[in-house]
């Protein structure tokens, strides 16, 4: 079934709007139906050995590690994270902005290093998570309950219906980038040299740690936090925050997880303008590394394009959709209180 007009649940462009505040002319609904799940036994049993894997490597990085292999763990967790969230997220999935080759090049190493499946299948997947959003077609929906959209979702068979409606996504985009096409070919080959090989050798070899140490620490410890900080954006973002953009969905904005995510936490508004490249509205940098990342590209002109909502637009939602937990829009605002007024500070006063 092709994705129609009729069948969206969330928008994912700016083309599935119909309305002037950029929202679906349909109000979204949330569903999960109550079809037994097919468990995946590989998938249970791989990543309960990773979770213990990394609670040992938590450990390690705490007790036993040599410095160096910390502060490298820390680098490959930002690479690895740019990768998802500058790469995966923002360029491919939503295509917020573009890339000239040298650095898709740098996002795809990084996206490897993540090893959250090719970055082909990232984007597959998460374009249905905006379209189809809370509903059976949504692969990690948020309405069966945070351990599914956390982690469950990749311990069983995916939904039919995301399978039949994924059939009508258009990823022309994305299959038209040799170097997406090579990463996923070789992705087999790629991800565990990027992901478990490198992180383990450099430590041993240019400073000496043991082998265990390099494996727990910088290769499963890093892999299991990012990925948990990852999927917290599909369970706790999707529970708990305030909803000043649109108050009808779940997805919320969430200060704690933007920190650990790079600048991914502000869900609310990243789910109703998905294709803005902050992700967050102007103002959320301080906590959104990865916009910073992408400024600075586009400082040398390998970032370009960067598409953002203009604050009318931003303003007439958060008036018509929003729980009203919108901060002031600026000096004078009904909302500012009395003493805030009192308390600020003029500089070169004047009365005009
Ligand atoms: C991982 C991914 O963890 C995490 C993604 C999180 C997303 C978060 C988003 C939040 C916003 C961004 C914030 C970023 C913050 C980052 C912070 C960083 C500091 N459309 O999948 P299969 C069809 S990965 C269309 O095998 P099963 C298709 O025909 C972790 N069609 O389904 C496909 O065949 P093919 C490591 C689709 O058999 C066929 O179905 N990876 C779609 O039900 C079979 O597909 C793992 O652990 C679609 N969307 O298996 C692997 N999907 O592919 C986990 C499927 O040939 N995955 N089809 O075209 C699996 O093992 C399996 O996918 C499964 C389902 C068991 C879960
Ligand atoms: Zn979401
Ligand atoms: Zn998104």
């Not at 092709?2 to 002037?20: C, I, K, M, R, Y």
């Not at 791989?46 to 938590?58: E, I, M, R, T, V």
């Not at 299959?175 to 070919?185: M, N, V, W």
């Amino acid at each position: 079934m092709a994705p129609n007009a009729s069948d969206l649940n969330g928008v994912l462009f700016e083309t599935d709007a119909g309305t002037p505040d950029m929202a679906l002319p349909t109000p979204a609904r949330q569903q999960a139906d109550n079809r037994p799940k097919q468990y995946v036994w590989r998938n249970i049993i791989l990543f309960a050995y990773l979770h213990l894997a990394a609670l040992y490597g938590g450990y390690l990085f705490l007790f036993s590690a040599k410095w160096q292999t910390d502060i490298f763990a820390y680098i490959l967790y930002v690479m690895s994270g740019l990768g998802i969230t500058a790469g995966a997220h923002r360029l491919w999935a939503h295509k917020s902005y573009k890339a000239k080759w040298p650095l898709r090049v740098i996002l795809v190493i990084f996206n490897t290093i993540a090893f959250q499946d090719s970055a082909l299948d990232w984007a597959r997947d998460h374009r249905m998570h905006h379209k189809y959003s809370e509903t059976d077609a949504d692969p990690h929906n948020a309405t069966r309950g945070f351990f599914f959209s956390h982690i469950g979702w990749l311990l069983v068979r995916k939904h039919p219906d995301l399978k039949e409606k994924g059939k009508g996504l258009d990823l022309s985009d994305l299959y038209a980038d040799p170097i997406l096409r090579f990463q996923k070919k070789y992705y087999l080959l790629l991800m565990p040299l990027a992901c478990f090989v490198m992180p383990t050798l450099v430590p041993v070899y240019l400073w000496g740690e043991s082998w265990g140490n390099a494996f727990f620490v910088a290769a499963m410890f890093r892999y299991a936090f990012i990925l948990n900080v990852t999927w917290l954006v599909n369970s706790a973002a999707h529970k708990w925050g305030d909803k000043p953009y649109d108050k009808s969905i779940k997805p919320s904005e969430n200060m704690s997880v933007a920190l650990f995510a790079l600048g991914e936490g502000f869900h609310n508004y990243h789910h109703t303008f998905p294709w803005d490249y902050k992700t967050a509205e102007l103002g959320n940098n301080r906590l959104n590394f990865t916009t910073s990342f992408i400024n600075f590209f586009g400082k040398l002109g390998w970032a370009y394009d960067m598409k953002t909502v203009s604050e009318e637009i931003v303003q007439n939602r958060v008036k018509r959709t929003g729980d009203g937990t919108h901060y002031l829009w600026g000096w004078g605002d009904s909302k500012m209180p009395q003493e805030d007024i009192n308390a600020a500070i003029t500089i070169n006063p004047k009365d005009d």
